[in-house]
């Protein structure tokens, strides 16, 4: 079963709204939960990082929050672009293993005019 | 540039015919990892390699090969591919040290087998 469980798997959005992916993971302990973003036949690039005792962390209109008791993180994305259009991955780094990463399968988002 | 680059970007092959996918990196990174990533199931880590000459097993290995000669590059080898190999393979790389280090990825290779 996969470590890192995301939701939803895929949803649409109007531009200019905003909107909210999840993020469920049992990896514990760990020391970071990063955001990527990945577009469309490109390699992810990092959106945000948080450590184990961070609660929010933004980068521009991406938003990520944390919540390390209850093992859950969201990434809330503020007047959508269609520039956003993307895959969002999940990523969490075991404490026990830096290099050996759990990934979630991503949430599509779909942005339209 | 900063980059990591993977050659070729998409192949397609036959079964049991051996193919080397390059990975490169102009960051000086001791990091670098394989991943392959198919549909609803997320990127799963192949091989790593915490420097020159040292290379481990990530959670699916089967089927496939790596070397660390040099410190940017990390090639990919699949000595006699199979259909289940079809995927979307990802190579990068980080530095290593501090936490939370950021991996940075290739753009992809497209791998059809057949």
């Known amino acids: 079963k996969n470590q890192v469980e995301q939701s939803p798997q895929s949803l649409i959005i109007l531009e200019g709204k905003n909107c909210t992916l999840q993020?469920?993971?049992?990896?514990?302990?760990?020391?970071?939960l990063r955001w990527y973003k990945q577009d469309t036949g490109r390699g992810p690039v990092s959106l945000t990082i948080?450590?184990?005792?961070?609660n929010t962390k933004s980068n521009g209109r991406y938003t990520a929050t944390l919540d390390a008791d209850t093992k859950q993180s969201s990434l809330h994305i503020t007047a959508s672009q269609l520039s956003d259009s993307a895959s969002y991955i999940c990523v969490v780094t075991p404490l026990s293993n830096d290099y050996k990463l759990s990934f979630g399968a991503g949430t599509t988002v779909t942005v339209r005019a | 540039e900063a980059q990591v680059t993977q050659n070729p970007r998409y192949l397609i092959t036959v079964t049991g015919k051996k193919l080397t996918v390059t990975c490169s990196q102009n960051?000086?990174?001791?990091?670098m990892s394989w991943y392959r990533q198919d549909p609803g199931l997320g990127l799963r880590q192949i091989y790593y390699s915490m420097n020159v000459e040292v290379t481990d097993k990530g959670d699916v290995p089967e089927g496939y090969k790596v070397s660390r000669k040099e410190k940017r590059n990390f090639p990919l080898i699949l000595e006699s591919p199979s259909p289940n190999q079809t995927s979307l393979y990802f190579c990068?790389?980080?530095?290593?040290?501090?936490?939370?280090?950021?991996?940075?990825f290739g753009p992809g290779t497209r791998l059809t087998v057949t």
């Open positions: 993020c469920n993971y049992t990896v514990s302990p760990f020391s970071n």
């Open positions: 948080m450590t184990f005792s961070e």
């Open positions: 960051m000086n990174h001791e990091y």
């Open positions: 990068a790389s980080s530095l290593l040290g501090d936490r939370g280090q950021e991996q940075y």
